[in-house]
């Protein structure tokens, strides 16, 4: 089967094409994404506002080209996805009523994909990995370890209780005067500085609950920052470096105790944990999931970057397991801001 998905719900507009074969294997047969970074980089984040406008003005052209890279057209798809939620709800909007335009005049079937699946699944896509295994999503909006079941079948084990963890390193680029996603710039600066400077906190982490803190580590930096002021280029790289050896002590020990847990409750099969989100990128969170990997005896996949963010693929790809399984959606299906994955089930309404 062929699938077109759809995703409006951040900052990226893109489409694809994605096969999957009958042995359930899958196949990205194109994928496009126009990235807002440059629109919203002047405000210093995602303005929901301009991010619904720019979809309706680059969408149309975006599924085209999607269409044109894979030399097909409409009529030799199979069904059609699109992102429902969550998201900023007014791009989320200009996607699904494309979606749904679309099924209703090629009479294609319609399957709206919850965005948290299409991070969840993209593994499947990409190394074929089988049910059950744990994610760890670390975007720009969430912050979840999720133990994935089957297809619409997830338990959340664990949440940010304020920010996200790539929000997290926004606000700290924003801070120290950084730009803008503060992602990578953090990570850059961080490389030349010393992460024993400042001693920073790790909330949470003495707690067993698997959730994340990130909000008073985003105050102690700053506190940090005004005890030094005024900064130098040295300062700054020492207290990213700090910063970013802060968070990744909690990604480390979270994903230590949730791999623990998951070794409790499915004994026979050996962990698989799956990473996405941007938050994925970080050099030092990457290399400290491998350590605990290794430690625990883990398969660690980490999708590549263009797959771990935002994009097309892994909605067509969300929406091809589902319609694998018969769930398809009426036209009446509705936008929904927020829609937790554990909420999910195996209808999308
Ligand atoms: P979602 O709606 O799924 O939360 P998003 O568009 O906000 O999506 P992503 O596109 O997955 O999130 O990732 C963007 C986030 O990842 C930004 O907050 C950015 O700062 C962060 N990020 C990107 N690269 C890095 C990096 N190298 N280190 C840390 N954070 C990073
Ligand atoms: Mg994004
Ligand atoms: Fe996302």
């Not at 997290?168 to 953090?186: H, M």
């Not at 930096?221 to 700090?242: G, H, K, N």
């Not at 002590?249 to 799956?274: G, N």
Request: hydrophobic share 45%.
């Amino acid at each position: 089967t062929l699938v077109l998905g759809i995703e409006t719900s951040c900052d990226e507009t893109a489409a694809a094409l994605v096969r999957r074969h009958p042995d359930g294997r899958g196949e990205i047969v194109s994928n496009i994404v126009r990235s807002q970074i440059e629109e919203h980089r002047a405000f210093g984040g995602v303005v929901p506002e301009l991010a619904a406008r720019a979809h309706v003005v680059h969408l149309d052209a975006i599924i085209s080209r999607a269409l044109e890279d894979a030399r097909m057209d409409l009529s030799q798809v199979d069904a059609i996805a699109a992102t429902a939620g969550p998201g900023l709800i007014g791009g989320v909007l200009v996607g699904l009523t494309t979606g749904k335009a679309l099924a209703a005049a090629s009479g294609k079937p319609l399957v709206a994909v919850n965005h948290l699946e299409g991070h969840a699944l993209t593994a499947r896509l990409t190394d074929g990995v089988k049910f059950p295994y744990l994610m760890l999503l670390v975007s720009g909006g969430h912050s979840q370890i999720v133990l994935v079941r089957g297809v619409g079948d997830y338990e959340r084990w664990g949440s940010t209780i304020d920010d996200a963890l790539g929000e997290a390193f926004d606000k700290a680029a924003k801070l120290l005067g950084l730009g803008y996603p503060g992602g990578p710039e953090v990570e850059k600066a961080a490389q030349k500085g010393e992460a024993k400077r400042f001693d920073l906190p790790r909330p949470l982490l003495r707690e067993k609950r698997l959730d994340f803190s990130f909000s008073g580590l985003k105050t102690a930096l700053r506190l940090a920052a005004e005890s030094v002021a005024p900064v130098t280029d040295t300062d700054i790289a020492d207290l990213c470096a700090s910063f970013q050896a802060a968070v990744t002590d909690i990604v480390a020990v979270r994903s230590k105790q949730a791999l623990e847990r998951f070794a409790a409750e499915y004994p026979d099969s050996a962990p698989t944990y799956v990473v996405a989100g941007g938050g994925a990128a970080n050099a030092a969170i990457g290399g400290a999931l491998r350590d605990v990997a290794a430690r625990t005896g883990t398969h660690l996949v980490v999708p590549p970057p263009a797959l771990c963010t935002d994009n097309g693929a892994m909605i067509a790809w969300a929406g091809a397991e589902r319609f694998a399984l018969g769930l398809t959606d009426g036209f009446d299906v509705a936008a929904r801001p927020r829609w937790p994955l554990d909420e999910l089930g195996r209808g999308a309404a």
